[in-house]
């Protein structure tokens, strides 16, 4: 059974809105695109070759599907670790308006996105690997469907933009298994789920009749 994971770069204020250009997402008037770019280091490229070292197949948003179809197929190089597997592996795109999807080895879901997911992690596998696609890692946090966070959280603070918790879904824990800070200050934090988060007290258990 395959595990989806979901790999994302945030904003101390949890803003995971266009990391990577300021063309890449302006929706409601978003003007801090490339926020994550100042940052990039040896450690964070090693990281990014691990995850994609065990992909099998990859969950994207429209959005994201079609900034990454624009763009890595015109990297060539068989040793990318990136391109080589977003350009071979199979791609699922979740979307309601996207009616086919033109890059190599690219499927439009356009079903219940629950019922899509259990079927794609119950193939035998390693990772399902969402990266991006912020609307699509909402819904998937809201309804369990995620099992493993890889949070890189960036040493900057933006103040406005899509963040990636939503309110509502299921209450949650995690359990840390692993982490490492970059160079440049990115804290890379890996969680697993850990069934349903817990709740206690700090009130004092005090007698009151004494």
């Not at 945030?10 to 003007?31: I, K």
């Not at 959005?63 to 990136?82: G, H, L």
Request: proline letters at 5%; aromatic letters at 10%.
């Amino acid at each position: 059974m395959a595990t989806l994971t979901l790999t994302t770069f945030m904003t101390l204020d949890g803003v995971m809105q266009a990391p990577g250009g300021p063309d890449e997402d302006r929706s409601d008037g978003f003007e801090y695109g490339g926020w994550s770019v100042p940052f990039v280091d040896e450690e964070f490229g090693r990281f990014i070759d691990e995850v994609f070292q065990r992909v099998d197949c990859f969950l994207l948003g429209r959005r994201t599907y079609e900034i990454f179809a624009s763009y890595w197929p015109k990297v060539t190089d068989e040793n990318d670790p990136v391109a080589s597997r977003l350009n071979t592996l199979p791609k699922y795109v979740v979307s309601t308006t996207l009616d086919h999807a033109d890059w190599h080895n690219s499927t439009v879901l356009k079903g219940d996105l629950t019922e899509e997911v259990n079927r794609l992690k119950q193939r035998p596998g390693r990772e399902i690997q969402v990266h991006g696609s912020a609307r699509l890692a909402q819904s998937l946090l809201a309804h369990g469907l995620v099992d493993e966070l890889n949070l890189l959280v960036y040493p900057v603070f933006l103040g406005k933009g899509r963040r990636l918790f939503p309110d509502g879904g299921t209450p949650t824990a995690f359990e840390l298994t692993g982490h490492r800070t970059t160079t440049t200050g990115i804290t890379i934090q890996t969680y697993r789920t850990a069934g349903p988060a817990q709740f206690g007290s700090f009130e004092l258990d005090v007698d009151l009749d004494r």
